[in-house]
């Protein structure tokens, strides 16, 4: 069963002559070939205006996103120059540290070692580098042993200190006692604060 329409078209197409009946069903053709196009084209222009509304949302992202990283870099472009001097302060003060770190690494700790507790009245102190070439296996100090230690004997002149060494340290347990000279023991005075109110006019 068809509609009304159809069926009052298809009526008058079979009680009209030949020629009428055919202009009519070419004009019936044309009309459903028009209405499926029509249809199709609004279909198309649908999705046209779906796409177009997510080019201009593709835009306006790209906008926002574009002033975002215009307002960074504006930032970045203010702050480099704070940037660039804390920089160079840090470069300045690695190149201080480097030069103090080098001139640590320059400093040698003397170590001398003192060999006497008790020290009687008048004796002085003597100052000899004593080796020990071949250490103990177990010994904990044997490169240090092996480079020479300095020792100090307290002794009352230099020949009695020669002797006292070469008795604390016997060459037949391997210790190597080198020259003996006097040793001054470094110190640094006090100074005895000023009385208050003293002082020059």
């Known amino acids: 069963m068809g509609s009304p329409l159809l069926s009052s078209t298809w009526a008058t197409v079979g009680?009209?002559?030949?020629l009428t009946g055919l202009a009519l069903l070419c004009l019936i053709v044309i009309i459903i070939v028009f209405t499926a196009q029509l249809e199709a084209l609004i279909t198309a222009c649908r999705g046209l205006a779906a796409y177009r509304r997510k080019l201009l949302n593709a835009r306006r992202k790209l906008e926002q996103d574009i002033a975002t990283m215009?307002?960074?870099a504006?930032?970045?472009?203010?702050t480099l120059p704070e940037l660039e001097a804390s920089v160079a302060a840090l470069g300045d003060e690695y190149e201080q540290l480097a030069a103090q770190a080098s001139e640590a690494r320059k400093l040698h700790i003397r170590e001398v070692v003192m060999s006497d507790i008790f020290v009687q009245q008048g004796d002085r102190p003597f100052l000899a580098t004593v080796y020990r070439p071949e250490?103990?296996?177990?010994?904990?100090?044997?490169?240090?042993w092996q480079a020479g230690r300095d020792h100090v004997l307290y002794s009352a002149d230099?020949?009695?200190?020669?002797?006292?060494?070469?008795?604390?340290?016997?060459?037949?347990?391997?210790?190597?006692?080198g020259t003996v000279t006097p040793f001054a023991i470094p110190w640094t005075p006090l100074v005895a604060p000023k009385p208050a109110g003293s002082g020059t006019a």
């Open 70 to 72: 215009l307002a960074n």
């Open 158 to 177: 230099e020949k009695s200190a020669v002797r006292r060494f070469a008795q604390r340290y016997p060459a037949e347990r391997g210790f190597v006692v």
């Open 135 to 144: 250490p103990d296996p177990d010994e904990p100090l044997a490169v240090l």
């Open 15 to 18: 009680s009209s002559d030949t």
């Open 74 to 78: 504006e930032t970045i472009n203010q």
